[in-house]
């Protein structure tokens, strides 16, 4: 019995290399066209920088705490976790005791994690 192996050749990449091509032509060209033919009115009304419709007061640079970086950061790492528990919950029974032990691993990572950050006390605020 003979096993064949698929071989990719380069001829095979040629329609999505077109493909990419024309996709990033079309870009190429509409943003030169609007900038070209597209109207440049400008006025100090027009010019001055507005935040969702009300008057931008003060300097921009203002010093934030970086409390807020950290919350936001620890939000979205703690919040992945949800990507990789679905789909385990939604196939629980077809990974079996293999694949509770393993997110039981993944899961004590996770607050290991967690608890070092609140030893840290990255979330007390003052």
């Not at 597209?38 to 007061?57: C, F, H, N, Q, Y």
């Not at 079996?96 to 899961?107: C, K, S, W």
Request: aromatic share 16%; proline share 4%; glycine share 8%.
């Amino acid at each position: 019995m003979e096993t064949t192996v698929n071989q990719y050749l380069p001829s095979d990449y040629l329609p999505i290399l077109i493909q990419l091509a024309a996709a990033l032509g079309f870009v190429i060209f509409a943003l030169v066209t609007t900038h070209l033919l597209g109207p440049k009115r400008s006025s100090a009304v027009k010019d001055a920088a507005w935040e969702s419709g009300i008057e931008s007061v003060g300097d921009a640079r203002t010093p934030i705490s970086y409390k807020y970086f950290m919350t936001a950061i620890l939000f979205v790492l703690f919040d992945v976790e949800i990507i990789f528990m679905y789909p385990w919950a939604v196939n629980f029974r077809e990974f079996g005791v293999d694949g509770f032990l393993q997110m039981l691993l993944f899961l004590g990572l996770l607050m290991s994690g967690f608890f070092y950050v609140l030893k840290k006390g990255i979330l007390k605020w003052e």
